[in-house]
């Protein structure tokens, strides 16, 4: 049987996920900037995502890159503008190798690059990653309910709503909503 880890940190470690606007390309210390730490400690870009800390520093930030940098499970890339000029979010899946599944979570930092695609475009990059290259199951997200862009995202993406959790996230004093989107491989199915 192949090693899935080793296909992971394989991919991982080139840029060969490559969509019309964007590519995608491991996470690592190259990609830690004073502007990637802004992105986390801006409470606008972090509102409806479960990152909830706003007290990141280069060295925090260096130290969660080189944990996923490292790990057997998250790959996380780094979303580059096609002409390979700017940094302007990641997007991470949290694989469970017991499960054979994935869990898809994005982060647009870069304001500028709000509301052009990216988000969308890079979703489908990693489900085909997911299921074409490592072999999973299944993909799932789980997003706050009234982050309606991400909704839309995950729909577009082609994945199905399965279900809310009332109430399962606290954030800012309030208790949140959670939905949860999800896909099988179409490989799989019957």
């Not at 998250?74 to 694989?95: E, M, P």
């Not at 074409?132 to 982050?147: D, E, F, M, P, T």
Request: hydrophobic residues 35%; neutral net charge; aromatic residues 8%.
């Amino acid at each position: 049987m192949e090693d899935r880890t080793a296909i992971k940190k394989e991919v991982v470690d080139e840029p060969i996920l490559s969509g019309e606007t964007i590519s995608l390309e491991g996470l690592t210390a190259k990609h830690v900037s004073q502007c990637y730490v802004d992105w986390l400690n801006d409470k606008e870009v972090c509102k409806d995502n479960v990152w909830e800390k706003n007290d990141n520093t280069i060295e925090k930030v260096s130290k969660y890159v080189g944990s996923v940098d490292r790990s057997d499970t998250d790959a996380v890339f780094a979303i580059i503008t096609k002409d390979g000029s700017r940094h302007v979010g990641n997007i991470g899946l949290s694989i469970s190798w017991e499960n054979n599944s994935g869990e898809i979570s994005i982060l647009i930092g870069e304001k500028s690059a709000w509301g052009k695609g990216i988000g969308g475009e890079a979703y489908k990059l990693v489900i085909g990653y997911a299921f074409k290259v490592i072999g999973l199951h299944r993909v799932y997200s789980k997003i706050i309910a009234r982050n309606k862009a991400m909704i839309k995202v995950a729909e577009k993406a082609g994945m199905f709503f399965e279900g809310v959790a009332k109430g399962a996230y606290y954030k800012d004093g309030e208790y949140l909503d959670i939905v949860k989107y999800g896909m099988l491989n179409p490989k799989d199915k019957k």
